[in-house]
């Protein structure tokens, strides 16, 4: 992959987009889990879920922002 294959800001902002949508519907989609575990007394699974989940958006996160710099990085020259 080069730099031409994203010469407009607008493939940048679509991909950056794309993952942030997805990290905040699993996240959302994990944090109503958690909430059925708590009711059901499931506490020690549910910690787990949150931590699992906490750490899954922060890792993609990261990979979200490393995408972002490196094409920025290859565009600029």
Excluded: H, P
């Excluded at 940048?12 to 959302?28: E, K, P, S």
């Excluded at 549910?46 to 990979?63: C, D, E, I």
């Amino acid at each position: 992959m080069n730099y031409q294959d994203f010469e407009s800001a607008w493939y940048i902002g679509l991909i950056v987009t794309a993952f942030f949508v997805i990290m905040l519907v699993g996240f959302w989609s994990a944090m109503k889990r958690v909430r059925q575990l708590f009711l059901a007394g499931d506490e020690m699974s549910a910690w787990l879920t949150v931590g699992a989940s906490l750490f899954t958006f922060l890792f993609l996160l990261g990979l979200c922002l490393a995408l972002l710099v490196e094409i920025v990085a290859l565009g600029s020259g």
